[in-house]
Structures are given as C-alpha cells and as structure tokens.
C-alpha cells in the first residue's frame, strides 16, 4: 500500500505547501517501508505533474478533467474521491488550509474514512503512524491515531513540515494520468464564476524575512520603529494578537493561532513574549531572533539569538548598523 500526498493546485500553480504534504509523505514512508507518491487534479496536469515529478516520488498521479479547471468543491470532490478509491492508499496526506477546510471534510464523508486535521508531527509506532495536535488554542498537545482499517486521511498544519526536507530524485518519477467521471453537480448546482477578494491583504505565509510587532512597543505610534527594520531588510511586518486587538496593525498581519501560520528563514520577535498561540505560528521559522526586555519571557526557548534590553534603545541602533552594511 501506498502513502499518497495530495498536493493542492489552484489556478494551475502549485501550492507553496506542496514541498510540506511531500515531506510528510517522504517521512512516513520511509518509517513504515511503503512507497510515497503524489496526486493533482487539474484541467490540465501536464506541468503540475512535471514539477512534481522533480521529488523522490514512486510515481506521479496526474487526475485530469476539463472541469477541474477552476475549484468547486462539486467537481473535485467526487474526481478526487474516484482516484483516491481506485489506488486503494495506506494514507492520504493534505494540508491545512482555506482552500482544504472547503473540500477535505467533504472527501473524508465521502470515502467514509477517518481524518485528522492540524497535525503538527507525525510518530511511527505500533502498526499505525500517530500524529500530534494542538488543542486549546496551543496550551496542550494531542497524540491521536487511527481506528479501523485504511486507508486514512490526515491534514496537516501549514509550516509544521519543511518543504526544504522533501528529496528531490534523481531521475524523474513516473507520471501516470487519470481520467475520472463527473456527473452533473447534485441538487441541480451549477459553476456560475469565480471573483477574487479584494486586494490589499497580506499574505505573511509567503515571506521569507518578517519582523513581528509585540505588545512591547507599547503604543500604535511606535510600530514605526519596527517598520524601519523592516524596510531595511526587505521584511513583512507581523503581529501578535493584542497589536492587532488593539488595532496598531490589521487583521492581515497577525501571527499565531486565530492568525497566519508563518514559516521565513528570519523571524525577529520584538517586545513579544511568546504567548503559546503566537508560537504555534512561528516556532518552525528558520532563524528567530527575539529581542524583550524580560529575560524569563518564553519566546527565548524557540529563538536561535536573544538579545534582553530595551527594544527602544535596541532596534534603531541595529537598523543603523544594518544600513550600513547592506
């Protein structure tokens, strides 16, 4: 049996997650000896399929159909449904996602299989894999497994993995396309159009460089401060939650639980002290840096660098110096 990673396109691009569900795929094939392979579904597969044909894969499984062109849930859940029965996998991995709460509950309803969603690591143990959780809000941490026979279904949180420990192969992995049957959408429903939300949001998912705003800075008035790091290194500017329920920055910016789920090369962490629901968003970033004034403050058991001082005094002097040199 297989373990199959069903990677995420939409508007024919891959998702920036793809790298994570294939990771996930890689590790728990390799501890339970079966064989990870990837699955899209598409109107036309042909370049999705050929980038992911680029990992370490047993073969790529291209589901291809005119009307899987644009999303509705109304077509990609019964094509998926059809694919996923027809391999008949140990597991299927997902991920976590706006795009995913809309379709996965809805497949696992109706392969009628069990799901686990917001998985933040996978544990090889017994004759099943079991997968950790966060729960209440990231104050505890869940061990959950399946019952049952496979195959199962698991949805995993964005970051959690790193798509930079997906192998890449050395040879191209086979791709084999699909067809599937698509009856006419139940209770007479039919595609009308797709319109985009309005511009101006911040997607911090994709940054590679962000600077995060805690409640240390005290005051709207002194965010600028951060925002002046954040120009001179080319970052995004976060948040924690009270900035935001304060209203210093957006709802866009805001990190953590009830927020974005970030994963940058660099993370500065100012006058933020590390409350349990900003780390569950941050705590996989590559390289965090904290600065606060409190030298008990959690946030410095996540972080590589740590400086204790006054973020005031702290943070135009290292804008100044880093002007300097870049």
Known sequence: MRIVALVEQYNGKLSRTSAEVIACAQQLARNTGK???ALVAAGETSGLAG???AFDLAEVIAVQHEK???YNPDELVPALAQAIKSENPYLVVAVDSSLS?????????RLEIPMISGATAAHAGGDKPSFARAAWGGRVEMEIGFRGDPPFLVALQVGAWSGDDAARGTTPAPI???GVELPAAPGGRRYVGTEES??????LGAATRIVAVGRGFQAAGNVPVAEALAKVLHAEVGASRPVVDSGW????????????TVEPTLYFAIGVSGAIQHLVGMKTSKCIVAINKDPDAPIFEVARYGIVGDLFEIVPELTKQLQAIL
């Not at 709460?101 to 309803?109: E, F, G, I, K, Q």
């Not at 309005?198 to 997607?203: F, I, N, P, S």
């Not at 920055?249 to 974005?260: A, E, F, N």
């Open 101 to 109: 709460w809309d379709y996965l509950p809805r497949l696992s309803a």
């Open 249 to 260: 920055l957006p709802r866009d910016r805001q990190i953590g639980s009830s927020g974005q």
């Open 35 to 37: 064989q990870a392979v």
């Open 51 to 53: 980038k992911l044909a």
């Open 198 to 203: 309005l511009k101006g949001g911040v997607d």
């Open 68 to 70: 899987l062109a644009v």
């Open 176 to 178: 084999r396309t699909v």
